[in-house]
C-alpha cells in the first residue's frame, strides 16, 4: 500500500513525530489517516535512508530490461525441435534449452527455458495433458551415490518388419545417477537366462551394485510367490541383494519406466527392422544418452549433468561381493509364501493353500522360446463392432472411426489390404502393404498408417493424417489422396 500513497500523506508522515508531548499515538495517526502501520513505517524507514526521494514511490518498471526475440530466435527454436523429434530425442522446452546452449546455436542472447515454452505455444506445436498429475504430487527417491542400487526392466519392442516381429530389451540403470550400464536386446520373450546375460555383462564392464530393484516378474524376482528364481542366485552369488516393489505399483520402478519412452522414441525414429540393427541402434542410444543428453533430474545448483557426469563425479559404493546365503532368499520366500497362505486362508472359501502352491508351480514352468504373435481376423468377413472399432493387421491393432461400424468383405493382396462394404460393395478402407508405420505401439489410429484412406472421411481425421504424412513420412512418395 506504500507504493500507493500521495505525496501529501508522505509528507505528514515524515513530518510527524510521536515523541512531541501533545502529539497522537502511531496508531491514532495512522488511523485518522486511513494507513496502515506497516505503511507508515515503510515511509519513515525510506526517508531516514534516502530523504526527499521517500515523497515519490519507487518506479514499478522491472530492474531488467524485458528482452523480446524476434522471428530469428523462433524459427531456430523450432528448428531445433524439428531436428531433435527427428533424432527421436525428447524436445520439450527444457530439452531444446540444452541443446541450444550446448551446440552454441543460441549465442550470447540466449531465450530462457520459459520463452522457448511460448514460442512453441505460439506455434500449436506443443502437446497438453489435463489429466497429468501436477508436478507436487510426486515424491521422488533414489540412493545417494553410484553403485548403491540398479534398476532393471524388459520391454517388449516390435520391430518395423513386415511381421511386426517382437524382441525383449532389457534396460539397466543405476539409480542416483541414471547412467545406464547395460541395454542389451534378445529375439525371446522376457526370461530369466537373458536377464542374467544383461546383468552378467553390466558386472563385467562396472561392478556388482549392492541392490538391484526390478519388478515382479518371473524373470527377475520370484520372492513374493514363495519362489527362489534363477536371477535371484545368480545376484546372491555376487553379492547382490535383489528387491521388489510392490505387486502392481510400476512407480517404484518410475524411473526405468520413464526411461522407456525416451528409449522407445529414439528406436521408432530410426525403425530398425531386424535385431541386428535393434542392437546397433542401441549402442548409439546408450552413448548419446549417457553422455550428452543432460538429464532434467540431475540438477547440482543451477547446472544439470549427464548421467556419466554424474556417475563420474560420486563416490562409488557397489556390493562387497560377498556372497549371500541362499538360506536368507528362503526365509524371504518362505515369509511371503506363509503370508499368502494366511491370507487365502481368511477368505470365506475356506481354501487352504493347495490351489496356490499349485499356480505357483505352474508359474515356473519354462518360458517359450519363440515370440509371439496376434491372430489376424479369421476370416475374410470382417465385422467391425461399435463398442471396440478396430482392425486386425500382422499383429497390430489399428483404431477406425466408428461411422465404419459394420460387416465388411476384406481382399489382401500383395500390395494391398482393402475392405469392402457388404451393403453396396464400395470400398470401406484402405492401406498399402507392406504396412508402413512410424511407431512401435501395438495399437494405433488408422491415420498413423501411411498412405492409408477411409469411405467418407470426416475432416479432422484427414487433417490429421496429413500432418501425420507431413512429419513422419515426408522423404515417402505421396500417399493417395482420401
Given at each position: 500500500m506504500s507504493?500507493?500513497?500521495?505525496?501529501?500523506?508522505?509528507?505528514?508522515?515524515?513530518?510527524?513525530?510521536?515523541?512531541?508531548?501533545?502529539?497522537?499515538?502511531?496508531?491514532?495517526?495512522?488511523?485518522?489517516?486511513?494507513?496502515?502501520?506497516?505503511?507508515?513505517?515503510?515511509?519513515?524507514?525510506?526517508?531516514?535512508?534516502?530523504?526527499?526521494?521517500?515523497?515519490?514511490?519507487?518506479?514499478?518498471?522491472?530492474?531488467?530490461?524485458?528482452?523480446?526475440?524476434?522471428?530469428?530466435?523462433?524459427d531456430l527454436v523450432l528448428r531445433i525441435r524439428q531436428r531433435m523429434a527427428k533424432a527421436g530425442w525428447d524436445h520439450g522446452p527444457?530439452?531444446?534449452?540444452?541443446?541450444?546452449?550446448?551446440?552454441?546455436?543460441?549465442?550470447?542472447?540466449?531465450?530462457?527455458?520459459?520463452?522457448?515454452?511460448?514460442?512453441?505455444?505460439?506455434?500449436?506445436?506443443?502437446?497438453?495433458?489435463?489429466?497429468?498429475?501436477?508436478?507436487?504430487?510426486?515424491?521422488?527417491?533414489?540412493?545417494?551415490?553410484?553403485?548403491?542400487?540398479?534398476?532393471?526392466?524388459?520391454?517388449?519392442?516390435?520391430?518395423?518388419?513386415?511381421?511386426?516381429?517382437?524382441?525383449?530389451?532389457?534396460?539397466?540403470l543405476d539409480d542416483g545417477t541414471r547412467f545406464d550400464v547395460g541395454t542389451l536386446c534378445f529375439d525371446r520373450p522376457e526370461n530369466g537366462d537373458d536377464a542374467i546375460a544383461t546383468l552378467r555383462a553390466a558386472f563385467a564392464e562396472y561392478g556388482v551394485p549392492q541392490e538391484l530393484l526390478s519388478d515382479n516378474g518371473l524373470s527377475f524376482n520370484q520372492a513374493r510367490r514363495g519362489?527362489?528364481?534363477?536371477t535371484e542366485i545368480f545376484l546372491a552369488e555376487h553379492g547382490c541383494r535383489g528387491i521388489t516393489g510392490r505387486t502392481w505399483h510400476p512407480e517404484t520402478q518410475g524411473k526405468n519406466e520413464r526411461s522407456h519412452q525416451t528409449l522407445t522414441r529414439f528406436l521408432d525414429a530410426h525403425a530398425p527392422k531386424n535385431l541386428e540393427q535393434l542392437a546397433k541402434l542401441?549402442?548409439?542410444?546408450?552413448e548419446h544418452?549417457?553422455?550428452?543428453?543432460?538429464?532434467?533430474?540431475?540438477?547440482?545448483?543451477?547446472?544439470?549433468?549427464?548421467?556419466?557426469?554424474?556417475?563420474?563425479?560420486?563416490?562409488?559404493?557397489?556390493?562387497?561381493?560377498?556372497?549371500?546365503?541362499?538360506?536368507?532368499?528362503?526365509?524371504?520366500?518362505?515369509?511371503?509364501?506363509?503370508?499368502?497362505?494366511?491370507?487365502?486362508?481368511a477368505e470365506p472359501s475356506g481354501d487352504t493353500g493347495g490351489e496356490l502352491l499349485a499356480t505357483q508351480q505352474q508359474s515356473q514352468e519354462a518360458l517359450p522360446a519363440q515370440t509371439g504373435k496376434l491372430r489376424d481376423q479369421p476370416k475374410d468377413l470382417v465385422r467391425i463392432n461399435r463398442t471396440n472399432p478396430q482392425i486386425y493387421h500382422?499383429?497390430?491393432?489399428?483404431?477406425?472411426?466408428?461411422?465404419?461400424?459394420?460387416?465388411?468383405?476384406?481382399?489382401?493382396?500383395?500390395?494391398?489390404?482393402?475392405?469392402?462394404?457388404?451393403?453396396?460393395?464400395?470400398?470401406?478402407?484402405?492401406?498399402?502393404?507392406?504396412?508402413?508405420?512410424?511407431?512401435s505401439k501395438r495399437l494405433m489410429p488408422l491415420w498413423q498408417v501411411h498412405g492409408a484412406r477411409i469411405r467418407e472421411p470426416r475432416p479432422a481425421w484427414v487433417l490429421k493424417r496429413i500432418e501425420y504424412e507431413k512429419q513422419h513420412y515426408e522423404q515417402e512418395p505421396a500417399a493417395r489422396s482420401a
Open positions: 507504493n500507493t500513497l500521495s505525496a501529501s500523506i508522505r509528507r505528514q508522515i515524515i513530518e510527524f513525530d510521536p515523541g512531541l508531548p501533545d502529539s497522537a499515538s502511531i496508531s491514532q495517526f495512522c488511523l485518522h489517516l486511513g494507513i496502515s502501520r506497516p505503511s507508515y513505517y515503510k515511509v519513515k524507514k525510506r526517508y531516514i535512508a534516502e530523504g526527499n526521494k521517500a515523497l515519490n514511490p519507487h518506479s514499478r518498471a522491472p530492474k531488467t530490461a524485458v528482452r523480446i526475440h524476434g522471428d530469428q530466435t523462433k527444457q530439452s531444446i534449452w540444452f541443446e541450444g546452449v550446448d551446440s552454441d546455436e543460441f549465442g550470447e542472447r540466449i531465450p530462457s527455458v520459459a520463452t522457448i515454452g511460448r514460442i512453441l505455444a505460439e506455434a500449436g506445436v506443443t502437446k497438453t495433458n489435463a489429466r497429468k498429475r501436477p508436478r507436487r504430487a510426486w515424491m521422488r527417491f533414489s540412493r545417494s551415490f553410484p553403485m548403491e542400487m540398479w534398476q532393471i526392466d524388459g520391454l517388449e519392442y516390435r520391430l518395423f518388419d513386415e511381421d511386426g516381429t517382437k524382441a525383449t530389451i532389457y534396460q539397466l519362489n527362489i528364481g534363477g542401441l549402442v548409439r542410444y546408450r544418452y549417457n553422455h550428452r543428453r543432460r538429464h532434467q533430474s540431475l540438477k547440482v545448483g543451477s547446472t544439470h549433468l549427464t548421467p556419466a557426469q554424474a556417475w563420474e563425479a560420486g563416490e562409488h559404493h557397489g556390493s562387497d561381493r560377498i556372497p549371500i546365503d541362499i538360506a536368507q532368499l528362503q526365509a524371504t520366500a518362505a515369509a511371503y509364501r506363509d503370508k499368502q497362505l494366511a491370507h487365502k486362508a500382422r499383429g497390430r491393432i489399428f483404431k477406425v472411426p466408428t461411422h465404419l461400424v459394420g460387416e465388411h468383405q476384406l481382399v489382401t493382396t500383395a500390395t494391398a489390404f482393402t475392405m469392402f462394404s457388404t451393403l453396396d460393395g464400395e470400398e470401406s478402407l484402405y492401406f498399402p502393404l507392406p504396412v508402413r508405420v512410424a511407431s
